[in-house]
């Protein structure tokens, strides 16, 4: 079967490398069979204005999973993308493990099937699907994988994207991942907590031990420029997308994740949002017992909380006793949790 386009253009947004990674494979196949081919960082590109592509050109969006879903600026991309007819492959990279030879998958959640929605009421043709187990750079949440597990999920998943690539470059379609319909769609409403709470949470988990030489590196690298600089050390607002860039990338290793700190700050809103707290605010307001309204409350609290308490902890960073405390209840701070990742690069 002979090629099916002449050009292929892919979209990427990438924390540590995975889906950058994903982008390249897919052009180096497509270069490899005679079809011009590019990959193009949103995060380091004008993301608005965006011209229409070429009728035979093939379009590729990839991106990791952030919460069972796209992260917010793929998501805005894709919203701003300006309309079309051409054919579509969406792609992404999520959590792989890996147990003796077996690569555990990760997760697509709800990213597959609202990308498609956005993209198929712009007029484009979706015609393959592929997630791409490589390895969680996430270790706020886990410990680090070892080089030897990440070399064999590399090896292993550009043998699955050269594949995906000639199938879908040959005007073929992709769609076996939507065998995982069910389990994507029992954790949608995961995807939706995270996308209205749990990033905001995530993004106030962050911190500069005394490691930090104020080098910039965390600041000038972050894709979606979340980090600022506030009383002489890095400080994340709450734009922060969970990427993984500035731990992975920071030359001293001094980004690290305050656990202590929010389990702290997690059990004293327990305390204070609790249910004689709504037994007053029913009383005195109105009846917020209703499950919905009741978690809307909550979560606004929570994060109007997070977002003070991490500016005081902040504050509290310059105090060296401070700095040791956190330091000390920081998993990422140790060897057997804190490696940190970055893809393999062969480019």
């Not at 005679?34 to 229409?52: L, T, W």
């Not at 990839?62 to 919460?67: N, Q, W």
Request: with cysteine; net charge positive.
């Amino acid at each position: 079967m002979g090629n099916h386009y002449h050009h292929l253009t892919t979209y990427y947004f990438s924390g540590t490398g995975n889906a950058r990674n994903v982008a390249n494979w897919m052009c180096d196949k497509a270069n490899n069979c005679g079809i011009q081919a590019e990959s193009i960082d949103i995060g380091k590109s004008e993301r608005r204005g965006i011209a229409p592509s070429d009728k035979d050109t093939l379009i590729a969006f990839v991106s990791p999973i952030h919460g069972f879903n796209y992260p917010v600026i793929m998501l805005r991309f894709i919203i701003h993308f300006p309309k079309g007819k051409n054919d579509v492959v969406l792609m992404n990279t999520r959590a792989g493990m890996l147990i003796g030879k077996w690569v555990t998958p990760g997760l697509t959640g709800i990213a597959f099937y609202l990308a498609a929605l956005i993209l198929w009421l712009k007029g484009y043709k979706i015609k393959g699907f592929l997630p791409v187990d490589l390895p969680s750079n996430w270790i706020s949440v886990h410990p680090g994988l070892n080089q030897k597990t990440i070399e064999y999920l590399h090896q292993t998943n550009e043998i699955k994207v050269t594949r995906f690539a000639q199938t879908v470059l040959n005007g073929g379609r992709y769609y076996k991942c939507l065998r995982e319909l069910i389990q994507d769609m029992f954790i949608a409403p995961v995807s939706l907590g995270y996308f209205f709470v749990g990033r905001f949470f995530f993004a106030k988990t962050y911190y500069a031990s005394s490691k930090c030489d104020n080098c910039g590196v965390c600041i000038k690298g972050c894709p979606v420029k979340a980090i600022k600089t506030v009383g002489g050390r890095p400080f994340w607002t709450f734009d922060c997308e969970s990427c993984m860039h500035c731990m992975s990338y920071c030359p001293q290793k001094a980004i690290e994740t305050a656990h202590g700190s929010i389990v702290l700050a997690v059990s004293v809103v327990s305390l204070l949002i609790s249910d004689k707290f709504f037994e007053y605010f029913n009383h005195y307001i109105f009846n917020a017992s209703f499950p919905p309204i009741r978690f809307t409350i909550e979560s606004a609290l929570f994060i109007i909380f997070l977002g003070l308490w991490y500016g005081i902890s902040h504050f509290m960073l310059r105090y060296k006793w401070y700095e040791r405390l956190m330091v000390l209840t920081s998993l990422t701070s140790y060897k057997f949790w804190g490696r940190r990742y970055k893809s393999i690069r062969k480019y």
